[in-house]
């Protein structure tokens, strides 16, 4: 043999491999924390829009049976007081009349995370047609609510 190679046991990793591994970590987590934490928060914003069904429920019935008008409140279509419609993430769910077609369900909300602050508001409007029935609308009211609204 001419060439004669010295065996060279390699243990473990070089210091350019472990610094490119830390180096995606790092980058996947820049990503998914900001991510995981928007999706926390939708989560927590699910309580607020289950307490909302019977207001939307309501508003749906009175619009079926032409009930609806401007003074149409909680107490004229059957439910409690808009306070009584609280929970964790929510303070309170109002159902009003806007006239004979249209009504609101506004939904006030703790404060959820750095996302939404107290007072942040999401308000489900009905628009009610003989053709279509009822019809919602969604749109909130607050510095970031607007990226964390339900699809309708």
Sequence with gaps: MLFQFAKKYSSGFTLIELMIVVAIIGILAAVSIPAYQDYTIKAKLVEAISLSTPARTAVGVACSEGSLSLASTNATMGLSLATAYTGKYTTSVTA?????????????????????????????????????????????????????????
């Design 96 to 152: 009003a009349g806007l006239s004979l077609t249209s009504a609101t369900v506004t939904i006030v909300l703790k404060a959820i995370g750095s996302g939404i602050t107290a007072g942040d508001t999401i308000m489900y409007t009905a628009n009610c047609s003989i053709d279509t029935g009822t019809t919602w609308t969604i749109s909130g009211i607050g510095t970031n609510i607007a990226e964390y609204l339900p699809k309708v």
